[in-house]
């Protein structure tokens, strides 16, 4: 399909890993983006992977690429109340254009 | 580095007046920007794309009439609606890019209520 879809909700409790999926569209897009928005805010990017790479880890963010399957994840360790957020994955398509994904929305129970 | 800041934070107008949004680029100079809406608990959808000096690109489906952007400089880029009703009211953010990055940095939204 046409869509980059995610998961709508994820919950998880304080400490444990998260892990958020995504699957893309375009097998050519070079990038492929994790953002995350706080209610009422903008989007703050968190990471992002080259395509030619098939993982990516910065501190607690680890970030995986599944070129065949164009499936990208973002696991987050050790969670914290602070996560809470929506989550958005992005690829990108044609000229530094910019398709989001769905969204998810992750509540960490303390 | 790479800040970009919106203003204003929100808005509230009558319908059948207009709205100017400025998105600033404040320690790098974009080439690009980009103007997206979100509604309540959805994605962002992708409105237009500006490049400094030329004409916005917009998205199938977008009025270029209502939406009117100007990218007059490398650091600024403005969103007019105009004739504001209603069903304009949304969650307006811009992003920008700057020469040969591949990567958009955001600014923080304005929420827009047209009554």
């Known amino acids: 399909g046409e869509d980059v879809e995610q998961s709508l909700f994820l919950s998880v409790r304080e400490g444990d890993s998260s892990v958020i999926n995504c699957t893309y569209t375009d097998s050519s897009s070079t990038y492929l983006y994790w953002y995350k928005q706080e209610p009422g805010a903008g989007l703050q990017l968190l990471t992002y992977?080259?395509?030619?790479?098939d993982m990516k880890q910065d501190q607690r963010l680890t970030v995986l690429l599944n070129k065949k399957d164009k499936h990208l994840s973002l696991r987050i360790a050790d969670t914290q109340t602070g996560d809470s957020a929506i989550y958005f994955c992005?690829?990108?398509?044609?000229?530094?254009?910019?398709?989001f994904g769905t969204g998810t929305r992750l509540k960490v129970l303390a | 580095g790479a800040v970009v800041s919106q203003h204003p934070s929100w808005v509230i107008c009558k319908s059948g007046t207009s709205v100017k949004i400025e998105c600033r680029s404040l320690?790098?100079?974009?080439?690009?920007m980009f103007w997206y809406r979100q509604f309540p608990k959805q994605s962002l959808m992708l409105m237009a794309t500006s490049n400094e000096g030329s004409k916005a690109t917009y998205e199938q489906g977008v009025e270029k009439d209502k939406f009117l952007i100007n990218h007059a400089s490398l650091t600024l880029s403005t969103l007019t609606v105009t004739s504001a009703h209603p069903e304009d009211s949304s969650f307006y953010i811009c992003s920008a890019r700057g020469t040969l990055q591949e990567t958009q940095y955001f600014g923080p939204g304005t929420r827009l209520l047209v009554l």
């Open positions: 992005a690829e990108t398509r044609g000229t530094y254009k910019y398709i």
């Open positions: 992977i080259f395509s030619n790479m």
């Open positions: 320690d790098f100079q974009a080439t690009t």
